[in-house]
């Protein structure tokens, strides 16, 4: 029995280590306190820090093939340093600094779900000779869900104030990210 749990902890670490490694490649990192170098803005709702990440959504058309339209696509998530910030002034210890960049992680991990879930349907994809609309009507509704869950995240967590729900989202994050490995590239 205590072979098996053994035998189980390695193939989660090795999981674990192949995830970390793939979103590696993809761009995906953990924030630090030197990502933020932005001015801090009075929002009115105690926000503490603001992490700015943008997607750049670009393709071009690489031909027909069977009838659909090829597209190559280049999607790359952006973490905006020079517009996130931390008001460093309202963070009084390490302890509350850690709590403040690991919500902030939450914001970049949306950021790179969003990415993913663009590049996996841009994959998934046949594109009629419409591709300029049906592309950017992809990328709408998909920037549109994770705009509202990026909402429902600050409003579940208070703001990172709220340490009970601001543990399940670090558990969703977790799972997602194990269970959703990156996709390099799209196109066909």
Known sequence: MRLIFVGMICILGLTLCVVDSAFAQSGYRQLTANDFRGV??????NT?????CTIDFKYNL???QDGAYVLNFDVRLLLRPDKSWIDFRRVN???????VLNHEQGHYNISCLEQQ???RECNRMRFSENYRY???TLFNRIH???AVLNE???EDTRHMLDDKQQHSWDVYFQRRLMYEPPVAKAGY
């Open 40 to 45: 801090p803005q009075v929002t009115g709702d």
């Open 144 to 146: 549109n869900k994770y």
């Open 152 to 154: 429902n995240y600050d």
């Open 134 to 136: 049906e592309a950017s």
């Open 62 to 64: 690489a031909g027909v």
């Open 48 to 52: 503490v820090a603001h992490t700015k």
């Open 117 to 119: 879930e663009i590049l």
């Open 93 to 99: 210890s390490q302890a509350m600094l850690r709590r």
